[in-house]
Each structure stands twice: as structure tokens, then as C-alpha cells.
């Protein structure tokens, strides 16, 4: 959290590992110098009220003016043309020339007035702009979260951090921790499976618990160093037993098949590339078949083909087992 403004920092209401509500006032600079733009903008106001009112009457005056003066000329004028002669024509010059100067100030009082009003306005813009820098003098939270690091204390001269080049010192560090953000490295093979929103389990072992997250977001760029994507989970920490920094493992559902047909991985043999298990059949001897696998986990394979779900398929130490022999199964089930 940087200051908008400089100032010294006059009070400082938080200290690491305080938890803050948005808005809280973390801290508090004293800025003399905007007590004083602010009473010179109130100043200038009331001036430029004062100024205003005086231009309302000069206005006033000069449409009062102008009324006589066009009044005097309507009624020589009506004379001069029922009994014509009778006005000077020089008289009737002079009235015309006053009736248009009585105008010409009444434009000019509305002009004076229009800018008395304009200065005011642009005072009253003054002052909110100083009381707007002023409120900055108020560090406020902006979002809810708890203090990390606390870089400043009572007294110390804060510079205003508005530049990205400012080496200004920041008052407090606020982490918002209610979301957390996990970055896992996703190996290649798997990164054709992330889909964003996906579910995920984060599991902290410091902690004893399990707590859910979702695939946020992902950089679409295999690092070539380490094969690798970096994919970010997003983790909700409304009670904020989780705390940045810890360490986690997290459970990456990259395929799921509804009613799938499962074989424990230590059933399995491998050879010449391809898969086979031991089945006991009806008649009690072992039958090896290969199969085709699908999706793996580290304890379960998926079986496409090979076996069918209500046969039993031997687990276990196989080494001393020969297709053909007769057995007398334990049940233990297939998935």
C-alpha cells in the first residue's frame, strides 16, 4: 500500500498480522500545506460570491437604464410621428444613441456576470480538487485481508508513490488471502486435458486437510526447460486456515469415465509392449488375457477389453502362477 500523496505519516493503525475490513483506515499522513490550499480555495469562493453579487447589480442597473432610455426614445419618437417637426432631429439622435449605449451595457453587465459565475465555478473545482487530495491523506484498506509487512513507522517522511519508476517507501503490505492462488507445473503429456473451471483437491499435508480449487487459469506455453505448463488453481479461503506460502499437492482429475470397469495396477503384467492379467475362469484354472487399458491412476487401470466384470482377476504376487493351473480363489473384487 503506497500514500497518493507526501506527507509524514502522523498515525499508522496496523501492524503484521492484523486482519483488515475494505475500507479500515490503515494509516494517516499530515500534509500542512493542504489546510492551506483548502482555505484559499474557500476564500476565493466567497470572493467570487461577492464578486457575483456585485454583477447581478450592475446588471440591474443597466437594465434599468436601458428601460428610461428606450422609453424616453419610444415616446419622441411616437411625437415625431403623429406632429412631425415638431422634435429636433438632433434630439431624437441623441435618445436613439443613449437607448443603444444602455444596451451596450446591459450586454456587458451580462458578460461580467456570466464570468463572475464561470470563476466561481472553476474556485468551487479548485477546492473539491484539494479536498480530494486531502482525503488522501487517509490510507484506506481496499479490500478485506491481513497485514504481511509494516515498512514505516510514526514520523516517517512518505513520499507519494504515482509513478511506476517512484522508489517511494510503501506504508504496509495487505495480502488478501480469502482466494488463494496455487501454481502447479502441468507435464506435457497431460496438457491437452486442463480445461479451465475444472475441479481440483489441494491437499496441505502441514494442515491434515483436503480443500477444494478450480482450474483458473493456465499460460497456454510449454516451458521448453522443463516440458512443463504452468497452471494456476484458485482456492477458497473463507475461514483463512490456509495461509500463503504453505506447501500442497493437489489431485488433477484430467479424465473421469462414469461405471468404469477397473483392475488393481498390481494385477497387471507387462511384456513385449502389452498388457495381460490372470483370470481364474468358471472351472477354477488360470487363464492369462491381454487387455486393452484405458484411463490409469496410480492404484486402478481402466479395462476397455479383456475382461468381463463378473470375472475374477488374480492380485498379488504371480510369479509362481502357470495358465492352466488350478486355484481355489480368495474373493477380493474387481472395480
Given at each position: 500500500m503506497h500514500a497518493k500523496v507526501a506527507g509524514y505519516l502522523k498515525r499508522i493503525n496496523v501492524d503484521v498480522g492484523d486482519r483488515v475490513q475494505a475500507g479500515q483506515i490503515l494509516a494517516t499522513l499530515e500534509v500542512p500545506e493542504m489546510k492551506d490550499d483548502l482555505a484559499h480555495a474557500a476564500a476565493t469562493i466567497k470572493r467570487g460570491a461577492s464578486?457575483?453579487?456585485?454583477?447581478?447589480?450592475?446588471?440591474?442597473?443597466?437594465?434599468?437604464?436601458?428601460?428610461?432610455?428606450?422609453?424616453?426614445?419610444?415616446?419622441?419618437?411616437?411625437?415625431?410621428?403623429n406632429d412631425p417637426g415638431l422634435i429636433a432631429q438632433q434630439e431624437l439622435d441623441e435618445a436613439l444613441a443613449r437607448k443603444q449605449s444602455t444596451e451596450q451595457k446591459v450586454a456587458a453587465a451580462r458578460a461580467a456576470l456570466a464570468s463572475a459565475e464561470q470563476q466561481v465555478e472553476i474556485s468551487k473545482t479548485t477546492e473539491q480538487h484539494a479536498r480530494t487530495m486531502s482525503d488522501y491523506t487517509q490510507i484506506t484498506?481496499?479490500?478485506?485481508?491481513?497485514?504481511?509487512?509494516?515498512?514505516?513507522?510514526?514520523?516517517?517522511?512518505?513520499?507519494a508513490g504515482t509513478a511506476s519508476q517512484s522508489q517511494a517507501m510503501p506504508l504496509v503490505r495487505l495480502a488478501q488471502i480469502d482466494r488463494l492462488r496455487l501454481i502447479i507445473p502441468v507435464p506435457e503429456s497431460v496438457v491437452p486435458n486442463?480445461?479451465?473451471?475444472?475441479?481440483?483437491?489441494?491437499?496441505?499435508?502441514?494442515?491434515?486437510?483436503?480443500f477444494p480449487g478450480t482450474v483458473a487459469r493456465y499460460s497456454k506455453d510449454v516451458l521448453l526447460s522443463t516440458k512443463t505448463m504452468e497452471t494456476e488453481i484458485d482456492v477458497p479461503n473463507p475461514g483463512w486456515a490456509l495461509t500463503p506460502g504453505m506447501n500442497a499437492d493437489?489431485?488433477?482429475?484430467?479424465?473421469?469415465?462414469?461405471?468404469?470397469?477397473?483392475?488393481?495396477?498390481?494385477?497387471?503384467?507387462?511384456?513385449?509392449?502389452?498388457?495381460?492379467?490372470?483370470?481364474?475362469?468358471p472351472q477354477g484354472a488360470i487363464e492369462e488375457r491381454p487387455i486393452?487399458?484405458?484411463?490409469?491412476?496410480?492404484?486402478?487401470?481402466?479395462?476397455l477389453s479383456g475382461v468381463a466384470r463378473d470375472e475374477l482377476v488374480i492380485v498379488g504376487n504371480?510369479?509362481?502362477?502357470?495358465?492352466?493351473?488350478?486355484?481355489?480363489?480368495?474373493?477380493?473384487?474387481?472395480?
Amino acid at each position: 500500500m503506497h500514500a497518493k500523496v507526501a506527507g509524514y505519516l502522523k498515525r499508522i493503525n496496523v501492524d503484521v498480522g492484523d486482519r483488515v475490513q475494505a475500507g479500515q483506515i490503515l494509516a494517516t499522513l499530515e500534509v500542512p500545506e493542504m489546510k492551506d490550499d483548502l482555505a484559499h480555495a474557500a476564500a476565493t469562493i466567497k470572493r467570487g460570491a461577492s464578486d457575483v453579487l456585485f454583477a447581478q447589480r450592475e446588471l440591474q442597473n443597466a437594465q434599468t437604464n436601458a428601460s428610461l432610455a428606450d422609453l424616453s426614445y419610444n415616446r419622441l419618437a411616437n411625437v415625431n410621428k403623429n406632429d412631425p417637426g415638431l422634435i429636433a432631429q438632433q434630439e431624437l439622435d441623441e435618445a436613439l444613441a443613449r437607448k443603444q449605449s444602455t444596451e451596450q451595457k446591459v450586454a456587458a453587465a451580462r458578460a461580467a456576470l456570466a464570468s463572475a459565475e464561470q470563476q466561481v465555478e472553476i474556485s468551487k473545482t479548485t477546492e473539491q480538487h484539494a479536498r480530494t487530495m486531502s482525503d488522501y491523506t487517509q490510507i484506506t484498506a481496499p479490500f478485506s485481508g491481513v497485514i504481511t509487512k509494516r515498512f514505516a513507522d510514526t514520523g516517517a517522511m512518505i513520499q507519494a508513490g504515482t509513478a511506476s519508476q517512484s522508489q517511494a517507501m510503501p506504508l504496509v503490505r495487505l495480502a488478501q488471502i480469502d482466494r488463494l492462488r496455487l501454481i502447479i507445473p502441468v507435464p506435457e503429456s497431460v496438457v491437452p486435458n486442463i480445461r479451465l473451471g475444472a475441479a481440483v483437491m489441494v491437499r496441505v499435508a502441514s494442515l491434515g486437510k483436503a480443500f477444494p480449487g478450480t482450474v483458473a487459469r493456465y499460460s497456454k506455453d510449454v516451458l521448453l526447460s522443463t516440458k512443463t505448463m504452468e497452471t494456476e488453481i484458485d482456492v477458497p479461503n473463507p475461514g483463512w486456515a490456509l495461509t500463503p506460502g504453505m506447501n500442497a499437492d493437489v489431485v488433477l482429475t484430467l479424465e473421469k469415465h462414469a461405471n468404469a470397469l477397473t483392475v488393481p495396477v498390481q494385477s497387471l503384467t507387462l511384456r513385449d509392449g502389452a498388457r495381460f492379467v490372470m483370470v481364474v475362469n468358471p472351472q477354477g484354472a488360470i487363464e492369462e488375457r491381454p487387455i486393452k487399458v484405458g484411463i490409469e491412476t496410480p492404484a486402478q487401470v481402466e479395462v476397455l477389453s479383456g475382461v468381463a466384470r463378473d470375472e475374477l482377476v488374480i492380485v498379488g504376487n504371480r510369479s509362481q502362477l502357470r495358465a492352466g493351473q488350478k486355484v481355489e480363489p480368495k474373493l477380493g473384487g474387481i472395480g
